[in-house]
């Protein structure tokens, strides 16, 4: 089977995200396959989403960030499009990158299977595919979750910055009131 996540011919115009040569004769569990299908559409879909929104979106920052007039900063719409910029950020660092390196370990999992099947098991046999699939697994386990860390800290400082910010904003807007009010 050449391709398990798309038909086994492409139309010219088609193009195949990801695709893997699967070894006809070993029979993959069926349930790693799910999982790779599975994790293949949630994959690119994200990714796609994101991508159609930075290149929407940045040719428009650009244009505006060469203005000089605030009206029209404000007015663009890229600041009205602001929650899908963050969510489309949101979905490509987060799930979109847990996604890809489940997508590596599943993948590392269906190659080195058929490899591992057909290697005689004895007293002297080397490590084999199996272990060095775990040894992956295991390596990606603590660096998925050191990324999960770092997102959630990255993000919280941001937000902490933004409200430090518009707080500091709003102290002066009160000041100025107090001052236009004579107080």
């Not at 293949?40 to 879909?45: D, K």
């Not at 203005?67 to 009205?80: A, F, G, K, Q």
Request: aromatic share 8%; glycine share 4%; proline share 7%.
């Amino acid at each position: 089977m050449s391709l398990w996540t798309l038909p086994r011919q492409l139309a010219p115009n088609q193009t195949a995200m990801v695709e893997v040569q699967l070894e006809m004769q070993y029979q993959c569990p069926q349930m790693l396959l799910i999982a790779f299908s599975a994790c293949t559409r949630a994959l690119e879909p994200v990714h796609l989403f994101a991508l159609r929104i930075s290149t929407c979106i940045r040719p428009n920052v650009e244009a505006v960030s060469n203005i000089h007039n605030l009206n029209s900063v404000s007015e663009s719409p890229h600041e009205r499009m602001h929650p899908y910029i963050e969510l489309a950020w949101g979905f490509s660092t987060v799930p979109g990158i847990l996604l890809f390196l489940a997508e590596v370990v599943l993948l590392c999992w269906i190659k080195c299977l058929p490899v591992d099947s057909s290697a005689k098991e004895g007293p002297n046999s080397k490590p084999g595919p199996t272990q060095a699939t775990l040894v992956s697994t295991i390596i990606l386990v603590p660096v998925g979750l050191i990324f999960v860390v770092f997102t959630i800290h990255f993000y919280r400082s941001l937000v902490r910055h933004k409200t430090e910010r518009h707080n500091r904003e709003i102290e002066e807007l009160h000041k100025l009131k107090v001052q236009l009010d004579g107080h």
